[in-house]
Structure formats: structure tokens, C-alpha cells
């Protein structure tokens, strides 16, 4: 049984998975607002990604996990988000129950907006032509939102996703609307990089996207709001033989302890690669050159 909030139900409704939230993501989210501006704007998605539940030891892929997906989606134009849990039984449903049991009968959509490449049910067996018809016969309004396209293609969160493996930051940004974050909880590391002059805080990246390894210009944003600039290194830190990637945070003039705070990594710009040094002291010589240069790209001397 699928339980929607009250508040959620007889709206207008976006659906996908909308992972990154990204400029095309954006355009359905307006298209059902368009559609019935004068309806509650609702976002339905679902948690696990798909892809998650069908394919789990596929490497971490996510652009934005559930919390950080929500909050984009507000900041997007949604008033409210519903993430239907994706489990076998989900995943079991038939098409047509999708629509007539979820979207017609706990959501009681009134209009719906969604890509063209928009697919349900199990294996996948409705598309938006499917949609198309069972909505009409349920007196439920349907808009089909081409992709949204710059000068390299249409966006997607393939496409996102392929930059930062790349190390474009930049381009991502363009095609996410606002800068890529990886958002965790600062955690323990093994505190060397206080005893170079440089404390970082480290975040795991858990089921993120790793992108391209190496050293970047970022800001961090804090629980309190602030932003604050730096530089961060991700990836295996070769040079004292680590074993897992994470990212590893310099915040610039900051000396605060934010350990078992959730913050915010936003990648500005990739820096140089991740390689190994000969020992702490060429490690700390080039960490200071990164700072340097972070610190001249993000407009603070």
C-alpha cells in the first residue's frame, strides 16, 4: 500500500528520477506548474535510483542522494517531494497499476509532466505513449517535455556525470544550473594533514559519483548557511598508501571542528591530477601551490 501526504494529493506532478536535478529536470518541473498553475507543484521520484535496486554492484554513480535531490527540487519550483521507496515489489508492478493504483489513485494527479524518455512499470513497460492514453482515459492532463539541449547536446545526467569523470566541473555546473556537491558527514580521518599545516575535513563518498581524481578549487557549504572557500584533494591520497576514496577538504582561514556535521563540497574547478609525491615534505610544498592557485580562482587573493 502506498500512502501519500494529504498535502500531496489532487496536485500537479513531475515525475522521473531527476538525479542531479538539472536544467531538462527543471523544464518538467515548469511544464507542470505551466500546465495548472493554479494546483500544488509535487515532484514524485524514487528512492533507491533504479538502477540501484536492479543493478547493486554497479560502482556509486549518484549526482545527488535523497536529501540533496529534495532540496533541489524545492529550490527548483516543488512544493512538495514524494520519493516512492523502489523495492522488488515496486519494481514487480505493472504499468497500468502505476497508473491507475499510484498516480490516479493515492496521488489523484490531476496533470502530469514528465521527459520524453520517461519509462514505468515492470520492465519498463510503459513509456509515454502508454502514459499518454491511460491518463486521458482517466481525465488526467499529460505534458511531454522535450530535453532541454546547449551547444554540446541535450542535457542529461549521463552526460553530467561523464564531465566530472572527465574533470569538467565547469561544464557541469552549466548543465546542473549551480555547482556539483558531494554532501556528507565530516568524519576522522588520520589527522595528518594538520600536522603539514593543512586540516581538512573529510567526507566519504558513500554512493556519490567519484569524478576525476585529483585537486579542486571548492566552497563549502555549512549547516549554518556559510560558504566557505578551499581546496580539497579526492581520491586514494597515494602518497601515504590510502585505500579508499574520499575527499579531503582545506577550508580556507577556517579553524572550526565540524566533525559529525553534514556539510557540502561544491567542485569549482579541477586543479591538476592526483599523483604521488616523494614524501610529507613535497606533499605540503604542493598543497600549498594548490591553495595558492585555488585561492587566485576563487577571487581571494
Not at 532540496?71 to 491507475?100: I, K, N, S, W, Y
Not at 502514459?131 to 549521463?158: M, N
Request: net charge positive.
Amino acid at each position: 500500500m502506498i500512502t501519500i501526504p494529504p498535502e500531496a494529493q489532487g496536485a500537479t506532478v513531475a515525475l522521473g528520477n531527476f538525479d542531479g536535478v538539472h536544467l531538462g529536470h527543471h523544464a518538467v518541473l515548469r511544464a507542470a506548474h505551466a500546465a495548472r498553475p493554479e494546483l500544488t507543484r509535487v515532484a514524485l521520484t524514487f528512492e533507491p535510483h533504479p538502477r540501484e535496486h536492479f543493478r547493486p554492484d554497479d560502482p556509486p554513480f549518484r549526482l545527488t542522494l535523497a536529501p540533496a535531490k529534495a532540496q533541489a527540487l524545492r529550490a527548483a519550483g516543488a512544493q512538495h517531494v514524494v520519493a516512492l521507496p523502489f523495492d522488488a515489489a515496486f519494481a514487480a508492478m505493472p504499468a497500468e497499476d502505476f497508473v491507475t493504483k499510484v498516480l490516479h489513485g493515492a496521488l489523484r494527479a490531476k496533470h502530469l509532466a514528465c521527459g520524453t524518455d520517461f519509462a514505468f512499470g515492470h520492465r519498463r513497460g510503459g513509456d509515454v505513449g502508454f502514459l499518454a492514453g491511460h491518463a486521458e482515459r482517466l481525465g488526467i492532463g499529460l505534458s511531454v517535455v522535450p530535453p532541454v539541449a546547449d551547444e554540446a547536446g541535450p542535457i542529461s545526467s549521463t552526460r553530467i556525470r561523464r564531465l566530472l569523470q572527465d574533470g569538467y566541473p565547469e561544464r557541469a555546473a552549466r548543465a546542473l544550473g549551480r555547482p556539483w556537491a558531494i554532501r556528507g558527514e565530516v568524519s576522522h580521518g588520520d589527522k595528518r594533514g594538520r600536522t603539514i599545516g593543512f586540516p581538512t575535513a573529510n567526507i566519504p563518498l558513500g554512493r556519490h559519483l567519484e569524478p576525476a581524481r585529483g585537486v579542486y578549487a571548492i566552497r563549502a557549504g555549512l549547516p549554518d548557511g556559510r560558504s566557505v572557500p578551499g581546496v580539497a584533494n579526492i581520491g586514494l591520497r597515494p602518497t601515504v598508501a590510502g585505500t579508499e576514496s574520499r575527499v579531503e577538504a582545506h577550508l580556507f582561514d577556517f579553524g572550526e571542528d565540524l566533525y559529525g556535521q553534514e556539510i557540502g563540497v561544491a567542485l569549482l574547478h579541477f586543479l591538476r591530477e592526483e599523483r604521488k609525491f616523494a614524501g610529507l615534505e613535497a606533499l605540503k610544498a604542493q598543497i600549498a601551490a594548490d591553495a595558492a592557485a585555488a585561492r587566485e580562482l576563487l577571487g581571494r587573493g
